[in-house]
DNA sequence: AGGTCTATGTCGTTT
DNA sequence: AAACGACGTAGACCT
């Protein structure tokens, strides 16, 4: 794998391999101290520091500092890079439309620039998404509760997708939402829309999930999540909704309840277990 | 500023270099082929491919391919770096706690490694968040309608907190949620949690923002945005909520609503016009 | 191209 | 440390 590498290079030398390298769809790695103006969605300035600049052949360009996993300024793959000299400094401008979008790095100087013809082939596999507590969930259904029976995934409502769709040993409609980590209040209102769609849909009931939640709801809401916050419970047991522990990696718990069924949380309508 | 870089190094070589950078709190960017292994939230594998690698003094690791703007894998900022040599091959393990996560990177090939004691003082400025929106909000609140009172920011609910809180011309009060962009379902999902638990803290109705909205309402619920997907006006209509166009930056439109005042998205009972 | 949602999201702020 | 929400979120999938 070549590589070409220049040390503090001149503007016109820098301007030459780099123009070079993403003419010939290379990876770019640019050390240097710049200044950087972006206007687009946003609009920001960021005066001289020193930096690392990367452009990417799919057009992706990043400008990292020495803290944080994001880049201080960055453009998103699809822009198009252009390299020129300006007042004898480097300067780079990646720029793309819809939106449009233009980062402009100009460099006070060039400490090092490499370019690199990067040939990677593989694949990340990754492992613990929520589509994997999906697999989990549609494996065995009773992870939900016994007798749960999955009818089906990515349902459409007005409100959005369903996750899993499904009904209960009393053939009672489920909507299920899955979280792949500890939810939050966002997680409960997501779950609380998809339940008042299908209750629309199903032309069942309005709204009778205030207050007496279980015996009136034609419809359940169960959240599936590692674990919940105290706030999320809460909104969870204004709403009858119900939550059930579980992980998305089949090894690290998550599956705590021993009783196995959905607590309809915060709810002191309990009066009927499983 | 001085550079360190070594061209095709050993894995000694490789390692020395490396290690001292780490210890010096350098700024270190690595060229090679590797394979990455994570475990932590979730899990990945990664096979052998050319990747650009960048430890920062704050922990930060990057694991960069040809493509995206995201890291094909990472560690946020706090994690320690740990470099070795395995197996005749350079080894950097990024480790950190809460999560326990673990990020290894394996050289089969170094290209190019370079370390820089990276010197940035400057703090990035940044133009049209949801910040400048309320500011702009606050400077000039006839922008929400004529005659809207802000009370406060941030006002705590036991859903999360509001945006703006106010009242209206009427005396009633007003719940404003505020987003920097066009703004679909959640958004309308957030401000209706919030607009439940003001009706709910300030004891006025229990719930009936379904059907009749508008007169019934004693607590309105405005969402001010550049814009609404169809879907989101839908929902706002069904709970009574209403939209005001409004965009962060003043140059850029987003005030087209000649009337000036709110709409109450979707609603039919518009029978009395301000 | 736009809508909707997930993410090893990350990041800041507050409790 | 946990919780909550914004982000120029990015990225994937679908219409």
Redesign the interface.
């Known amino acids: 794998?070549p590589?070409t590498?220049r040390?503090r290079p001149t503007a016109r030398e820098a301007h030459a391999v780099l123009a070079e390298a993403v003419e010939a769809g290379h990876?770019a790695?640019v050390?240097g101290?710049c200044a950087v103006e972006y206007d687009g969605?946003?609009?920001?300035?960021?005066?001289?520091?020193?930096?690392?600049v990367?452009l990417?052949?799919?057009g992706?360009a990043?400008v990292?500092?020495?803290?944080?996993?994001t880049?201080?300024?960055?453009?998103?793959?699809g822009a198009t890079h252009r390299v020129a000299v300006r007042d004898g400094c480097l300067r780079v401008v990646s720029e793309r439309s819809s939106p449009t979008e233009t980062l402009t790095v100009t460099f006070e100087?060039v400490?090092?620039l490499?370019a690199?013809d990067?040939?990677?082939?593989?694949?990340?596999?990754?492992?613990?998404?929520e589509a994997d507590l999906r697999r989990r969930l549609l494996a065995d259904p009773s992870l939900v509760e016994a007798g749960f029976e999955p009818q089906g995934t990515e349902r459409r409502t007005?409100?959005?997708a369903i996750d899993v769709f499904g009904r209960d040993a009393d053939g009672t409609p489920v909507v299920v939402e899955l979280k792949?980590?500890r939810v939050g209040?966002?997680a409960v209102?997501?779950l609380?829309?998809y339940v008042d769609a299908v209750r629309r849909e199903e032309g069942l009931d309005?709204?009778d999930a205030?207050g007496d939640a279980g015996e009136g709801a034609t419809v359940r809401g169960v959240l599936v999540a590692p674990s919940v916050t105290d706030?999320a419970r809460?909104?969870l047991g204004e709403r009858g909704l119900e939550f059930v522990a579980l992980d998305?990696?089949p090894g690290s718990g998550g599956d705590a309840d021993p009783t196995g069924g959905p607590d309809v949380a915060g709810s002191e309508t309990d009066a009927d277990p499983v």
């Open positions: 794998v590589v590498t040390r990876l790695v050390l101290r969605r946003a609009a920001s300035s960021l005066g001289l520091g020193d930096r690392v990367v990417k052949p799919d992706t990043l990292h500092t020495d803290e944080g996993r880049p201080v300024n960055w453009q998103p793959p100087a400490y090092q490499t690199i990067a040939a990677d082939p593989e694949e990340l596999d990754l492992r613990g998404s007005d409100a959005g792949r980590r209040p966002s209102s997501q609380r829309r309005g709204d205030e706030r809460t909104l998305p990696d």
